[in-house]
């Protein structure tokens, strides 16, 4: 069926869709240029991006055929401004196939990824275009350019190098070829794990085995279940929502290890949704393009275009947060057997025990309950409380607006506006999960911020998404204290959106180095942990009342709690990336199948990781650094760690929390710059120095 709908949807599209029908043709009449998501129909986007990359290369084609001298006018502007309708279908089209998808756009996406590919070689590849953007380049010293120009001018030659100008005739065509099976692979990982992640249910029958599970859980797995048809019964799925609180608090062994089991074999279970041989393929195609590209590794191409900078300080780096966290961990570890013991098990201590008896060891040692911390935790007293931050420190304002479009009926719309009430943009948040969405959370754009050719600032419409605990019956959406802290996580990047002031659309928002993307968003996260603003919008659902100085105090004794565990897990994972793409041989034929369990035995046994810790994300479920931008550079999230812990020490070296002075020099040096200049510029801009490690350290209680 798919196959067919594949080869039917553009026969639909030319016989069904005229120019007049189809939205992406012609300007949006809509506020504020949203996307008109109800006349948007999924047998729209295959014309579209076919008539959008004929636009493209009309587009590129006149900048080679220009009879004129190459100048950064004819040439780099030309090209920059290049591609709009493109960017505004992909824009679009993205965002669904991760947060409103289903079988025609999955058919779609590995339609439209190979043909994209091909077309982006085609122009990367193009030697008469890079000639002209190279003969630029070479004068760039001698020519009156601003700095966010020749920002501008350097990132579009290397971009062009790094795909590859500069290689054979022969060199080009395989790495055409690499790219486009890349894409499908890519694009086919993603959607495998979403195929698991909702076939899987644990269905419970007996209301025993609920044992130890809260009424808010229990709620919303009988609702779940009466919805798929099995009302009387409790189903619970992979979604974090579901299967964390289970792992949590279910007190039946058995299922917990079910539950366990399944959650880290996403993707590895033999069916039509394994991930196994797609890895290998992938591995051994990224080390290829590397090698045609002169690098020894993958690691070594990605790592040369990062703030870290090869491969050796991130490794250093890694280690240097490993074995302080190794140690406590295993420390942990040893606790948690003593507490089995004590409740007169004789088993050893499993992955699917950790969070279960570390939440029974926390309310042991701190008296702190993490059903009783949800009840402060409303999502939209949450939402209130990033409002509230985000206007202190810069003065921003946020009015709902029902009036506008948008993707999905459980969307909610905001208009964004600055302390002056100008207009900053539009903020789209989608909170929980559903069949439609992938897992996690993240920010995205339907479009970037920029200065169009003719002048006009265009203002970003930007996106956070995300899979949190849903409301059931009458009891709203109660937030875990990591689901609040993952939402100040994914504001902060939208902030980083929202606030860009650059010219230029490929240089502006999150347009950085993978390993600096993530300090706008992780140092939000030290503002939810402070006592004195938790008490600001940490109320109780029922009753209004703030959160008691008592329960604060058991939260911030409890902080480093578990911390082993956390940073273990993570920086396990961190390696476990790192290892696929630091190898420097192929692996054969009969290995490809394997690669998954080769690379996670290497990883295990060469760093030490302790089996009653798993990866927080495995290989065949990775989808970082199999399906997203992370590969060779999970790291970045540990490594703006470093930045934003930094950063948020020089609000505490001013003496108050919301600086004015502090906050608009982050703001504009960081917020509004975008890539317009060199990362570890921007933070020496806003902090007067180089990062240093010891705050990481001490935040993340390794110290």
């Not at 069926?1 to 599209?13: A, D, R, S, W």
């Not at 395989?174 to 195929?195: A, D, H, Y």
């Not at 920010?443 to 419409?461: E, L």
């Not at 035995?601 to 990866?615: D, M, N, Q, V």
Request: charged share 25%; proline share 3%.
């Amino acid at each position: 069926m798919k196959k067919f709908l594949v080869l039917l949807i553009p026969i639909i599209m030319i016989t069904s869709c005229g120019k007049q029908d189809n939205p992406f043709f012609g300007e949006y009449d809509t506020p504020f240029g949203i996307p008109p998501f109800e006349k948007i129909k999924n047998e729209h986007f295959v014309p579209a991006f076919e008539k959008a990359m004929e636009e493209h290369n009309a587009e590129i084609e006149r900048i080679i055929k220009n009879d004129s001298a190459p100048t950064f006018q004819n040439t780099i502007e030309a090209f920059e401004y290049s591609g709009g309708m493109l960017t505004k279908v992909s824009n679009v089209f993205y965002n669904y196939d991760s947060s409103k998808t289903d079988d025609e756009i999955a058919a779609i996406a590995q339609e439209m990824g190979p043909k994209l590919s091909s077309h982006y070689d085609e122009i990367l590849l193009n030697e008469k275009l890079f000639e002209r953007i190279k003969s630029v380049y070479e004068q760039m010293e001698q020519i009156n350019l601003s700095s966010e120009q020749k920002r501008l001018l350097s990132e579009m030659y290397k971009r062009f190098v790094r795909n590859g100008a500069l290689l054979s005739e022969e060199s080009r065509t395989r790495l055409k070829e690499i790219n486009q099976r890349l894409s499908s692979l890519t694009i086919q990982f993603g959607q495998n794990i979403l195929k698991d992640v909702n076939s899987y249910r644990l269905i419970i029958e007996n209301e025993a085995d609920l044992a130890g599970l809260t009424k808010a859980v229990i709620d919303n797995a009988a609702e779940r279940a009466a919805n798929e048809g099995n009302a009387g019964k409790w189903a619970f799925t992979l979604h974090n929502p579901s299967v964390m609180p289970f792992l949590h608090s279910a007190d039946n062994r058995e299922l917990r290890k079910q539950m366990q089991q399944a959650f880290i074999n996403r993707g590895n279970n033999n069916n039509d949704s394994d991930n196994k041989k797609i890895i290998g393929e992938i591995v051994n195609l990224r080390l290829e393009r590397s090698k045609i590209l002169g690098y020894n590794t993958f690691a070594d191409f990605v790592l040369e275009d990062r703030m870290a900078g090869d491969v050796t300080t991130v490794m250093d780096f890694l280690k240097q947060m490993w074995t302080p966290a190794l140690a406590i961990a295993k420390a942990e570890a040893y606790d948690l057997q003593a507490l089995i013991k004590k409740e007169g098990h004789d088993f050893e201590l499993a992955q699917w025990d950790w969070r279960y008896y570390s939440e029974k060891l926390r309310k042991e040692r701190y008296d702190l309950d993490e059903e009783e911390i949800r009840q402060y935790f409303e999502l939209n007293t949450v939402k209130d409380g990033i409002f509230m931050v985000t206007n202190k420190l810069w003065g921003l304002k946020y009015e709902e607006r029902n009036d506008l479009p948008k993707y999905h009926k459980d969307v909610q719309v905001y208009e964004v506006l600055d302390a002056d009430n100008t207009h900053l943009g539009i903020l789209f948040m989608d909170f929980h999960p559903r069949d439609s969405k992938i897992g996690g959370a993240w920010m995205n754009s339907y479009r970037k911020q920029h200065v169009d050719q003719n002048g006009k600032f265009v203002s970003p419409i930007i996106t956070v998404v995300c899979n949190f605990t849903p409301p059931s019956g009458d009891t709203p959406s109660l937030l875990t204290y990591d689901e609040m802290t993952t939402f100040f996580h994914e504001f902060g990047h939208a902030l980083h959106g929202l606030l860009s002031d650059c010219r230029y659309l490929s240089l502006s928002g999150t347009s950085v180095p993978r390993d600096f993307v993530e300090l706008p968003s992780q140092v939000m996260e030290n503002w939810a942990n402070e006592p004195e603003i938790l008490k600001s919008f940490a109320l109780h659902y029922q009753t209004g009342e703030q959160m008691p100085d008592e329960l604060i105090e058991k939260i911030k004794n409890a902080g480093h709690f578990n911390t082993g565990f956390s940073n273990v897990e993570f920086i396990a994972s961190a390696f476990l990336d790192m290892e696929y793409h630091m190898i420097s041989e192929y692996f054969n034929e009969a290995e490809l199948e394997n690669v998954a369990s080769i690379i996670n035995k290497r990883t295990i046994e060469k760093y030490g990781l302790i089996p009653e810790i798993a990866f927080r994300h495995g290989s065949t479920h990775f989808s970082h650094i199999f399906a997203g931008g992370y590969s060779a550079g999970y790291y970045s999230y540990l490594w703006s760690g470093l930045l934003d812990a930094d950063v948020y020490e020089a609000f505490r070296e001013a003496g108050n929390l919301f600086d004015q002075e502090t906050a608009a020099r982050l703001r504009n040096t960081i917020l509004e710059r975008g890539g317009t200049k060199d990362a570890m510029e921007m933070y020496i801009d806003f902090r007067g120095r180089k990062p240093i490690v010891e705050p990481l350290l001490k935040q993340r209680g390794l110290l």
